[in-house]
Protein backbone atom coordinates (compact mmCIF):
# COMPACT_ATOMS: atom_id res chain seq x y z
CA UNK A 1 0.00 0.00 0.00
CA UNK A 2 2.96 2.28 1.14
CA UNK A 3 4.49 1.61 -2.46
CA UNK A 4 1.04 2.23 -4.38
CA UNK A 5 0.85 5.78 -2.07
CA UNK A 6 4.08 6.10 -2.97
CA UNK A 7 3.85 5.33 -7.46
CA UNK A 8 0.65 7.78 -7.25
CA UNK A 9 2.15 10.48 -5.58
CA UNK A 10 5.74 10.15 -8.29
CA UNK A 11 2.71 10.63 -10.95
CA UNK A 12 0.39 13.52 -9.53
CA UNK A 13 4.17 14.92 -9.22
CA UNK A 14 4.77 14.61 -12.74
CA UNK A 15 1.08 16.29 -13.61
CA UNK A 16 1.44 19.25 -12.03
CA UNK A 17 4.53 19.51 -13.72
CA UNK A 18 4.01 18.05 -17.18
CA UNK A 19 5.42 19.86 -20.16
CA UNK A 20 5.06 18.12 -23.83
CA UNK A 21 7.55 15.41 -24.00
CA UNK A 22 8.68 13.92 -27.60
CA UNK A 23 7.76 10.68 -28.70
CA UNK A 24 8.54 8.19 -26.61
CA UNK A 25 8.36 4.36 -26.43
CA UNK A 26 5.57 4.52 -23.09
CA UNK A 27 2.98 6.30 -21.98
CA UNK A 28 1.33 5.64 -18.26
CA UNK A 29 -2.59 6.64 -18.02
CA UNK A 30 -4.14 6.86 -14.63
CA UNK A 31 -7.48 4.94 -15.12
CA UNK A 32 -9.43 7.94 -15.06
CA UNK A 33 -7.04 9.68 -17.88
CA UNK A 34 -6.52 12.77 -15.70
CA UNK A 35 -2.66 11.45 -14.89
CA UNK A 36 0.15 11.01 -17.99
CA UNK A 37 3.88 9.97 -18.05
CA UNK A 38 5.77 9.29 -20.80
CA UNK A 39 8.60 8.09 -20.80
CA UNK A 40 11.77 5.38 -22.23
CA UNK A 41 10.87 1.73 -20.17
CA UNK A 42 14.02 0.71 -18.46
CA UNK A 43 12.28 -2.52 -16.82
CA UNK A 44 9.40 -4.43 -15.88
CA UNK A 45 9.12 -7.09 -13.01
CA UNK A 46 5.51 -8.10 -13.62
CA UNK A 47 3.78 -5.60 -10.89
CA UNK A 48 6.29 -1.99 -10.74
CA UNK A 49 6.84 0.07 -14.28
CA UNK A 50 10.66 1.48 -14.19
CA UNK A 51 10.94 4.31 -16.81
CA UNK A 52 13.36 7.12 -17.37
CA UNK A 53 11.77 9.91 -17.42
CA UNK A 54 12.56 14.13 -18.05
CA UNK A 55 12.50 14.08 -14.31
CA UNK A 56 14.39 10.77 -13.62
CA UNK A 57 14.31 7.52 -13.01
CA UNK A 58 10.93 6.35 -11.62
CA UNK A 59 9.58 3.46 -10.51
CA UNK A 60 5.41 2.78 -10.64
CA UNK A 61 2.86 0.92 -9.80
CA UNK A 62 1.75 -1.28 -12.63
CA UNK A 63 -1.54 -1.75 -10.24
CA UNK A 64 -3.22 1.72 -11.26
CA UNK A 65 -2.08 2.34 -14.61
CA UNK A 66 -2.29 1.40 -18.60
CA UNK A 67 0.51 1.18 -20.80
CA UNK A 68 0.47 2.32 -24.44
CA UNK A 69 3.38 2.65 -26.78
CA UNK A 70 5.43 0.18 -28.52
CA UNK A 71 7.75 -0.91 -25.53
CA UNK A 72 4.90 -1.94 -22.85
CA UNK A 73 5.07 -5.46 -22.14
CA UNK A 74 2.33 -8.11 -23.13
CA UNK A 75 0.40 -8.11 -19.64
CA UNK A 76 -1.39 -11.69 -20.21
CA UNK A 77 1.73 -13.16 -21.24
CA UNK A 78 4.31 -11.62 -19.39
CA UNK A 79 8.07 -13.13 -19.55
CA UNK A 80 10.39 -12.00 -16.78
CA UNK A 81 14.04 -11.31 -18.01
CA UNK A 82 17.27 -10.87 -16.62
CA UNK A 83 20.65 -9.78 -17.55
CA UNK A 84 23.49 -10.76 -16.26
CA UNK A 85 27.13 -10.05 -16.96
CA UNK A 86 31.03 -10.29 -15.82
CA UNK A 87 33.46 -13.09 -14.48
CA UNK A 88 33.60 -16.10 -17.02
CA UNK A 89 34.32 -18.39 -13.74
CA UNK A 90 30.95 -17.50 -12.66
CA UNK A 91 29.46 -17.34 -15.85
CA UNK A 92 30.36 -20.20 -17.66
CA UNK A 93 29.95 -23.39 -14.72
CA UNK A 94 28.90 -21.67 -11.60
CA UNK A 95 25.37 -19.97 -12.21
CA UNK A 96 24.39 -22.59 -15.15
CA UNK A 97 24.37 -25.30 -12.68
CA UNK A 98 22.37 -23.17 -10.15
CA UNK A 99 19.85 -22.29 -12.99
CA UNK A 100 19.63 -25.99 -13.71
CA UNK A 101 19.18 -26.38 -10.07
CA UNK A 102 16.46 -23.59 -9.55
CA UNK A 103 14.85 -24.96 -12.36
CA UNK A 104 14.50 -28.88 -11.60
CA UNK A 105 13.66 -28.02 -8.25
CA UNK A 106 10.23 -25.10 -9.72
CA UNK A 107 9.56 -28.13 -12.41
CA UNK A 108 10.55 -25.78 -15.09
CA UNK A 109 11.91 -26.94 -18.20
CA UNK A 110 15.21 -24.87 -19.39
CA UNK A 111 17.16 -24.48 -22.89
CA UNK A 112 20.57 -22.92 -22.92
CA UNK A 113 20.29 -20.58 -26.41
CA UNK A 114 24.09 -19.90 -27.35
CA UNK A 115 24.00 -16.25 -29.19
CA UNK A 116 27.40 -16.29 -29.70
CA UNK A 117 30.99 -16.33 -28.00
CA UNK A 118 29.93 -14.27 -24.75
CA UNK A 119 26.24 -14.29 -24.98
CA UNK A 120 23.97 -17.18 -24.65
CA UNK A 121 20.46 -17.59 -23.06
CA UNK A 122 18.39 -19.06 -20.99
CA UNK A 123 14.67 -19.93 -21.46
CA UNK A 124 12.74 -21.34 -18.41
CA UNK A 125 8.96 -22.77 -19.55
CA UNK A 126 6.33 -24.11 -17.68
CA UNK A 127 6.84 -28.09 -18.25
CA UNK A 128 3.22 -29.04 -18.60
CA UNK A 129 2.37 -26.12 -21.40
CA UNK A 130 6.02 -25.31 -22.54
CA UNK A 131 4.80 -21.49 -21.91
CA UNK A 132 8.03 -19.10 -21.78
CA UNK A 133 8.40 -17.77 -18.18
CA UNK A 134 11.59 -16.18 -18.15
CA UNK A 135 14.91 -15.14 -20.28
CA UNK A 136 18.07 -15.26 -18.19
CA UNK A 137 20.63 -13.68 -20.45
CA UNK A 138 24.34 -13.70 -19.61
CA UNK A 139 27.33 -11.79 -21.25
CA UNK A 140 30.59 -13.50 -20.01
CA UNK A 141 33.34 -11.97 -20.23
CA UNK A 142 35.42 -10.66 -16.66
CA UNK A 143 34.92 -8.61 -13.72
CA UNK A 144 35.63 -5.04 -14.76
CA UNK A 145 33.32 -5.68 -17.93
CA UNK A 146 30.39 -6.48 -15.54
CA UNK A 147 30.53 -3.63 -13.76
CA UNK A 148 30.81 -1.57 -16.89
CA UNK A 149 27.49 -2.95 -18.05
CA UNK A 150 25.79 -2.52 -14.79
CA UNK A 151 26.69 1.47 -14.98
CA UNK A 152 25.63 1.26 -18.79
CA UNK A 153 22.24 -0.17 -17.83
CA UNK A 154 23.10 -3.09 -20.31
CA UNK A 155 22.98 -5.35 -16.73
CA UNK A 156 20.66 -6.37 -13.85
CA UNK A 157 23.27 -8.07 -11.87
CA UNK A 158 27.07 -8.03 -12.16
CA UNK A 159 29.17 -11.32 -11.69
CA UNK A 160 32.66 -10.36 -9.45
CA UNK A 161 35.26 -12.38 -8.36
CA UNK A 162 36.46 -9.40 -6.69
CA UNK A 163 34.87 -6.50 -4.16
CA UNK A 164 33.78 -3.35 -5.86
CA UNK A 165 35.77 -0.46 -6.20
CA UNK A 166 35.26 2.80 -4.84
CA UNK A 167 34.92 4.47 -8.03
CA UNK A 168 33.00 1.79 -9.35
CA UNK A 169 30.65 2.44 -5.98
CA UNK A 170 30.44 6.61 -6.58
CA UNK A 171 29.26 6.33 -10.12
CA UNK A 172 26.48 3.18 -9.18
CA UNK A 173 25.07 5.95 -6.68
CA UNK A 174 25.39 8.45 -8.62
CA UNK A 175 23.42 6.42 -11.35
CA UNK A 176 20.76 6.02 -8.95
CA UNK A 177 21.65 2.06 -8.72
CA UNK A 178 22.06 2.82 -4.95
CA UNK A 179 25.48 1.93 -2.26
CA UNK A 180 26.49 -1.44 -3.49
CA UNK A 181 28.69 -2.09 -0.55
CA UNK A 182 25.16 -1.30 1.55
CA UNK A 183 23.15 -4.24 2.98
CA UNK A 184 21.71 -6.87 0.65
CA UNK A 185 23.16 -5.23 -2.70
CA UNK A 186 26.18 -7.81 -2.93
CA UNK A 187 26.01 -11.55 -2.03
CA UNK A 188 28.09 -14.06 -1.85
CA UNK A 189 27.69 -16.72 -3.91
CA UNK A 190 30.12 -19.61 -3.80
CA UNK A 191 33.85 -19.34 -2.33
CA UNK A 192 37.00 -19.78 -4.37
CA UNK A 193 40.60 -19.71 -3.53
CA UNK A 194 43.97 -17.82 -5.19
CA UNK A 195 46.52 -21.06 -5.15
CA UNK A 196 50.04 -20.97 -6.31
CA UNK A 197 50.75 -23.77 -9.36
CA UNK A 198 53.59 -25.67 -10.89
CA UNK A 199 54.22 -27.75 -13.26
CA UNK A 200 54.17 -31.81 -11.63
CA UNK A 201 57.52 -32.93 -10.89
CA UNK A 202 58.80 -29.03 -9.68
CA UNK A 203 60.40 -30.06 -6.65
CA UNK A 204 59.10 -27.00 -4.77
CA UNK A 205 56.03 -27.67 -2.85
CA UNK A 206 55.64 -24.87 -0.61
CA UNK A 207 56.07 -21.02 -1.01
CA UNK A 208 55.45 -17.87 1.64
CA UNK A 209 53.14 -15.60 0.28
CA UNK A 210 55.77 -13.11 0.65
CA UNK A 211 58.06 -14.82 -1.61
CA UNK A 212 54.98 -15.51 -3.82
CA UNK A 213 54.24 -12.01 -3.76
CA UNK A 214 57.92 -11.38 -4.61
CA UNK A 215 58.25 -13.49 -7.55
CA UNK A 216 55.11 -11.78 -8.88
CA UNK A 217 56.53 -8.51 -8.89
CA UNK A 218 59.62 -9.69 -10.59
CA UNK A 219 62.06 -9.56 -7.35
CA UNK A 220 62.34 -13.64 -7.10
CA UNK A 221 63.44 -14.65 -10.42
CA UNK A 222 65.43 -18.00 -10.40
CA UNK A 223 63.91 -21.46 -8.64
CA UNK A 224 67.47 -21.51 -6.74
CA UNK A 225 65.89 -18.82 -4.37
CA UNK A 226 63.04 -20.86 -3.52
CA UNK A 227 65.21 -23.87 -2.74
CA UNK A 228 64.67 -25.67 -6.59
CA UNK A 229 66.54 -25.86 -9.52
CA UNK A 230 68.84 -23.44 -11.39
CA UNK A 231 66.61 -22.21 -14.15
CA UNK A 232 64.64 -19.01 -15.01
CA UNK A 233 61.38 -18.72 -13.35
CA UNK A 234 57.99 -17.92 -15.77
CA UNK A 235 55.40 -16.21 -14.06
CA UNK A 236 51.74 -16.80 -15.42
CA UNK A 237 48.27 -15.17 -14.56
CA UNK A 238 44.94 -13.97 -15.66
CA UNK A 239 44.56 -10.61 -17.55
CA UNK A 240 44.53 -7.94 -16.36
CA UNK A 241 40.95 -7.02 -16.01
CA UNK A 242 39.83 -10.45 -14.83
CA UNK A 243 39.05 -9.99 -11.23
CA UNK A 244 41.26 -13.32 -10.45
CA UNK A 245 44.10 -11.05 -12.09
CA UNK A 246 42.95 -7.60 -9.38
CA UNK A 247 42.60 -9.76 -6.68
CA UNK A 248 45.87 -10.98 -6.77
CA UNK A 249 46.71 -7.39 -7.15
CA UNK A 250 44.34 -6.93 -3.73
CA UNK A 251 45.28 -9.41 -1.27
CA UNK A 252 48.74 -10.69 -2.46
CA UNK A 253 50.37 -7.88 -3.32
CA UNK A 254 49.14 -4.61 -2.18
CA UNK A 255 50.14 -6.30 1.36
CA UNK A 256 53.55 -6.16 0.96
CA UNK A 257 53.52 -2.94 -0.92
CA UNK A 258 54.45 -4.76 -4.53
CA UNK A 259 53.08 -4.21 -7.84
CA UNK A 260 52.00 -6.86 -10.70
CA UNK A 261 55.42 -7.33 -13.06
CA UNK A 262 54.84 -5.98 -16.59
CA UNK A 263 56.58 -8.97 -17.92
CA UNK A 264 53.96 -11.66 -16.29
CA UNK A 265 52.42 -13.91 -19.56
CA UNK A 266 48.89 -13.57 -19.74
CA UNK A 267 45.94 -15.72 -20.55
CA UNK A 268 42.38 -14.96 -21.02
CA UNK A 269 40.87 -17.67 -19.67
CA UNK A 270 41.45 -20.05 -16.83
CA UNK A 271 42.28 -23.53 -18.49
CA UNK A 272 44.93 -21.55 -20.85
CA UNK A 273 46.97 -20.35 -17.86
CA UNK A 274 46.60 -23.84 -15.90
CA UNK A 275 47.51 -26.02 -19.75
CA UNK A 276 50.70 -23.65 -19.88
CA UNK A 277 51.92 -23.99 -16.20
CA UNK A 278 51.04 -27.73 -16.20
CA UNK A 279 53.26 -27.87 -19.64
CA UNK A 280 56.43 -26.04 -18.31
CA UNK A 281 58.50 -27.65 -15.66
CA UNK A 282 59.80 -24.13 -14.42
CA UNK A 283 56.36 -22.20 -14.77
CA UNK A 284 53.99 -21.01 -11.50
CA UNK A 285 50.79 -19.28 -11.92
CA UNK A 286 48.31 -17.90 -9.82
CA UNK A 287 44.49 -20.12 -10.05
CA UNK A 288 41.36 -20.54 -8.40
CA UNK A 289 41.22 -23.43 -6.88
CA UNK A 290 38.22 -24.55 -8.82
CA UNK A 291 40.53 -24.56 -12.10
CA UNK A 292 43.87 -26.44 -10.79
CA UNK A 293 43.13 -29.29 -13.19
CA UNK A 294 46.62 -31.47 -13.31
CA UNK A 295 48.68 -28.68 -11.94
CA UNK A 296 50.24 -29.10 -8.29
CA UNK A 297 49.54 -26.84 -5.53
CA UNK A 298 51.25 -25.62 -3.67
CA UNK A 299 51.44 -25.12 0.52
CA UNK A 300 51.59 -21.52 1.57
CA UNK A 301 54.49 -21.81 4.62
CA UNK A 302 55.99 -18.77 6.91
CA UNK A 303 59.63 -18.52 8.69
CA UNK A 304 57.40 -20.27 11.91
CA UNK A 305 57.51 -22.77 10.51
CA UNK A 306 53.07 -23.11 10.13
CA UNK A 307 51.90 -24.37 6.60
CA UNK A 308 48.72 -23.29 5.22
CA UNK A 309 47.10 -26.04 2.16
CA UNK A 310 43.56 -24.71 0.32
CA UNK A 311 41.20 -27.05 1.05
CA UNK A 312 37.05 -26.80 1.10
CA UNK A 313 37.27 -26.35 4.71
CA UNK A 314 40.18 -23.90 5.48
CA UNK A 315 38.50 -21.83 2.16
CA UNK A 316 34.99 -21.83 4.28
CA UNK A 317 36.68 -20.78 7.47
CA UNK A 318 39.13 -18.60 5.90
CA UNK A 319 41.96 -19.97 7.52
CA UNK A 320 43.53 -20.17 3.92
CA UNK A 321 44.64 -16.84 3.72
CA UNK A 322 44.13 -16.09 -0.24
CA UNK A 323 40.18 -16.74 0.02
CA UNK A 324 38.69 -15.52 -3.36
CA UNK A 325 34.84 -14.99 -2.42
CA UNK A 326 32.80 -15.01 -5.94
CA UNK A 327 30.17 -12.25 -5.94
CA UNK A 328 26.65 -11.27 -6.96
CA UNK A 329 26.10 -7.52 -6.75
CA UNK A 330 22.61 -6.39 -7.48
CA UNK A 331 21.37 -2.95 -7.45
CA UNK A 332 18.73 -0.93 -5.95
CA UNK A 333 16.35 -1.42 -8.36
CA UNK A 334 13.14 -4.16 -8.46
CA UNK A 335 13.82 -7.49 -9.95
CA UNK A 336 11.21 -9.70 -11.93
CA UNK A 337 9.81 -11.94 -9.14
CA UNK A 338 11.46 -15.01 -10.96
CA UNK A 339 14.61 -13.54 -10.78
CA UNK A 340 14.02 -12.74 -7.37
CA UNK A 341 13.03 -16.37 -6.58
CA UNK A 342 16.15 -17.72 -8.13
CA UNK A 343 18.20 -15.27 -5.63
CA UNK A 344 16.47 -16.99 -3.01
CA UNK A 345 17.20 -20.63 -4.09
CA UNK A 346 21.46 -19.70 -4.82
CA UNK A 347 20.80 -19.71 -0.96
CA UNK A 348 19.28 -22.45 0.25
CA UNK A 349 20.78 -26.20 0.87
CA UNK A 350 19.72 -27.43 -2.17
CA UNK A 351 22.29 -24.40 -3.98
CA UNK A 352 24.69 -25.86 -1.75
CA UNK A 353 24.75 -29.48 -3.03
CA UNK A 354 24.70 -27.33 -6.65
CA UNK A 355 27.72 -25.58 -5.89
CA UNK A 356 29.53 -28.25 -4.65
CA UNK A 357 28.64 -30.29 -7.39
CA UNK A 358 29.78 -27.68 -9.46
CA UNK A 359 33.66 -27.84 -8.35
CA UNK A 360 33.14 -24.54 -5.99
CA UNK A 361 33.58 -24.63 -2.30
CA UNK A 362 29.30 -24.25 -1.05
CA UNK A 363 28.99 -22.10 2.35
CA UNK A 364 26.92 -24.65 4.01
CA UNK A 365 28.25 -24.58 8.00
CA UNK A 366 30.15 -27.49 8.35
CA UNK A 367 30.95 -28.86 12.33
CA UNK A 368 34.71 -29.56 13.45
CA UNK A 369 35.67 -31.50 16.22
CA UNK A 370 38.32 -30.46 18.79
CA UNK A 371 40.45 -33.95 17.48
CA UNK A 372 40.07 -32.11 13.77
CA UNK A 373 42.20 -29.78 15.22
CA UNK A 374 45.32 -31.04 14.91
CA UNK A 375 47.74 -28.76 13.22
CA UNK A 376 46.38 -25.63 15.12
CA UNK A 377 46.97 -27.13 18.53
CA UNK A 378 50.31 -28.21 17.72
CA UNK A 379 50.62 -24.65 16.67
CA UNK A 380 49.88 -23.47 19.95
CA UNK A 381 52.11 -25.98 21.91
CA UNK A 382 55.10 -25.43 19.99
CA UNK A 383 55.10 -21.41 21.33
CA UNK A 384 54.30 -22.38 24.85
CA UNK A 385 56.85 -20.81 26.97
CA UNK A 386 57.93 -18.20 24.05
CA UNK A 387 54.47 -16.06 23.27
CA UNK A 388 51.96 -18.41 24.40
CA UNK A 389 50.57 -19.20 28.28
CA UNK A 390 50.17 -22.75 29.43
CA UNK A 391 47.13 -21.99 31.39
CA UNK A 392 45.59 -20.34 28.78
CA UNK A 393 45.69 -23.45 26.41
CA UNK A 394 44.38 -25.46 29.02
CA UNK A 395 41.27 -23.50 29.64
CA UNK A 396 40.86 -23.20 25.83
CA UNK A 397 41.18 -27.11 25.76
CA UNK A 398 38.61 -27.35 28.56
CA UNK A 399 35.89 -24.77 27.25
CA UNK A 400 36.12 -26.01 24.13
CA UNK A 401 36.58 -29.84 24.18
CA UNK A 402 32.85 -30.67 23.88
CA UNK A 403 31.71 -28.38 21.59
CA UNK A 404 32.50 -28.50 17.53
CA UNK A 405 33.49 -25.51 15.40
CA UNK A 406 31.71 -24.18 12.70
CA UNK A 407 33.27 -23.91 9.19
CA UNK A 408 31.51 -20.45 9.80
CA UNK A 409 34.60 -18.06 10.79
CA UNK A 410 34.57 -13.98 10.27
CA UNK A 411 37.54 -12.26 9.69
CA UNK A 412 38.32 -8.25 9.43
CA UNK A 413 39.02 -6.22 6.47
CA UNK A 414 43.35 -5.21 6.55
CA UNK A 415 43.80 -2.93 9.47
CA UNK A 416 40.60 -2.71 10.07
CA UNK A 417 37.52 -3.22 12.59
CA UNK A 418 34.45 -3.89 9.91
CA UNK A 419 34.07 -7.67 8.37
CA UNK A 420 35.49 -8.53 5.25
CA UNK A 421 33.40 -9.35 2.53
CA UNK A 422 33.02 -13.01 2.93
CA UNK A 423 32.98 -12.44 6.89
CA UNK A 424 29.70 -9.90 6.06
CA UNK A 425 27.73 -12.92 3.99
CA UNK A 426 28.46 -15.33 7.34
CA UNK A 427 26.52 -13.29 9.34
CA UNK A 428 23.95 -13.33 7.01
CA UNK A 429 23.69 -17.10 6.98
CA UNK A 430 24.27 -17.57 10.64
CA UNK A 431 21.42 -15.14 11.33
CA UNK A 432 18.88 -16.82 9.01
CA UNK A 433 19.73 -20.28 10.31
CA UNK A 434 19.07 -18.94 13.73
CA UNK A 435 15.78 -17.59 12.55
CA UNK A 436 14.82 -20.97 11.20
CA UNK A 437 15.51 -22.84 14.53
CA UNK A 438 18.52 -24.77 13.71
CA UNK A 439 20.39 -23.75 16.81
CA UNK A 440 17.53 -23.46 19.41
CA UNK A 441 18.35 -26.58 21.19
CA UNK A 442 22.31 -26.10 21.15
CA UNK A 443 24.76 -23.82 23.10
CA UNK A 444 26.52 -21.40 20.66
CA UNK A 445 30.04 -19.59 21.70
CA UNK A 446 31.96 -16.95 20.02
CA UNK A 447 35.29 -17.24 20.86
CA UNK A 448 37.52 -14.49 19.62
CA UNK A 449 41.34 -14.90 18.56
CA UNK A 450 43.86 -12.05 18.19
CA UNK A 451 47.53 -12.15 16.01
CA UNK A 452 51.16 -11.56 18.52
CA UNK A 453 51.66 -8.17 18.01
CA UNK A 454 51.44 -6.15 21.27
CA UNK A 455 50.61 -7.58 24.96
CA UNK A 456 49.13 -10.89 25.97
CA UNK A 457 46.70 -8.89 27.73
CA UNK A 458 45.90 -6.33 24.90
CA UNK A 459 45.13 -9.30 22.96
CA UNK A 460 43.34 -10.76 24.90
CA UNK A 461 41.07 -7.59 25.69
CA UNK A 462 40.78 -7.35 21.36
CA UNK A 463 39.77 -10.62 20.84
CA UNK A 464 36.95 -10.28 23.13
CA UNK A 465 35.52 -7.28 21.50
CA UNK A 466 35.70 -8.39 18.35
CA UNK A 467 33.80 -11.86 19.44
CA UNK A 468 31.09 -9.43 21.04
CA UNK A 469 31.24 -7.18 17.91
CA UNK A 470 30.13 -9.74 15.67
CA UNK A 471 27.62 -11.76 18.01
CA UNK A 472 26.01 -8.01 17.70
CA UNK A 473 25.86 -7.91 13.91
CA UNK A 474 24.54 -11.33 14.42
CA UNK A 475 21.50 -10.21 16.30
CA UNK A 476 20.79 -7.07 14.64
CA UNK A 477 20.58 -9.50 11.06
CA UNK A 478 18.24 -11.94 12.80
CA UNK A 479 15.10 -10.02 12.70
CA UNK A 480 12.94 -12.19 13.13
CA UNK A 481 14.14 -13.75 16.87
CA UNK A 482 15.68 -12.50 20.14
CA UNK A 483 19.07 -14.36 20.04
CA UNK A 484 18.68 -13.05 24.10
CA UNK A 485 16.18 -16.19 24.48
CA UNK A 486 18.65 -18.39 22.75
CA UNK A 487 22.24 -20.08 24.95
CA UNK A 488 24.57 -17.86 23.17
CA UNK A 489 27.82 -16.52 25.04
CA UNK A 490 31.68 -14.80 24.15
CA UNK A 491 34.85 -15.90 25.01
CA UNK A 492 38.17 -14.73 24.24
CA UNK A 493 41.46 -16.66 23.81
CA UNK A 494 44.00 -13.78 22.59
CA UNK A 495 47.13 -14.80 20.57
CA UNK A 496 46.65 -18.76 22.39
CA UNK A 497 45.53 -20.45 18.90
CA UNK A 498 47.59 -19.16 15.95
CA UNK A 499 46.60 -20.12 12.32
CA UNK A 500 49.75 -18.99 10.79
CA UNK A 501 52.63 -17.04 11.46
CA UNK A 502 52.63 -13.28 12.78
CA UNK A 503 55.63 -11.97 10.45
CA UNK A 504 53.80 -11.08 7.80
CA UNK A 505 50.04 -8.79 7.21
CA UNK A 506 48.69 -12.28 5.58
CA UNK A 507 49.22 -14.08 8.88
CA UNK A 508 48.00 -11.95 11.21
CA UNK A 509 45.08 -11.11 9.30
CA UNK A 510 44.28 -14.94 9.44
CA UNK A 511 45.21 -14.90 12.84
CA UNK A 512 42.65 -12.04 13.67
CA UNK A 513 39.32 -13.91 13.70
CA UNK A 514 36.41 -14.90 15.06
CA UNK A 515 34.66 -18.43 15.51
CA UNK A 516 31.72 -20.33 16.19
CA UNK A 517 31.69 -23.55 18.77
CA UNK A 518 28.21 -25.15 19.34
CA UNK A 519 27.38 -27.89 21.43
Known amino acids: ?82 SISGSATIGEVLMPALIEGFALRRGYSVERVRVDATHFTYMLRNRADQTLLGEFAFRI ?51 DAMVPITAPGNPVDSISPAQLARVFAGRVTNWTQLGGPDAPISVHL ?41 NDPFAIGISSYSETANADVLVLTGT ?38 FLTFTRSPSAQIVIRRAGFVDQAPEELSINQQGDRFANAISLIGTEINLSEVKRLVKVLSPMKR ?6 FRAGSSALDAQSLSNVQQLARAIETGEYDERSIKFVGFSDGQGPANGNQRISMQRARAVLAAVKQAAETVSLDDLDIS ?30
Open 1 to 82: MMVQHAARFAAFFLFMFAAPLAAQDVTLTSPDGTVEVSGTLLGFDGDFYRLQTIYGELTIDGTGVNCTGPACPDLQNYVAKL
Open 141 to 191: TNTDTGFADLLADDADIVMALREIRLTENRRASESALGDLTGPNRSRVLAL
Open 238 to 278: RDSKSGLSQAVQDRLMAPAGLVLDNTIVRHTTNKALTEAVT
Open 304 to 341: CGFSLRAGRVTIKTEDYPLTAPMFLYIPARRLPKLARE
Open 406 to 411: LSTSFR
Open 490 to 519: VDAFGETLPMACDDSAWGRQVNRRVEVWVH
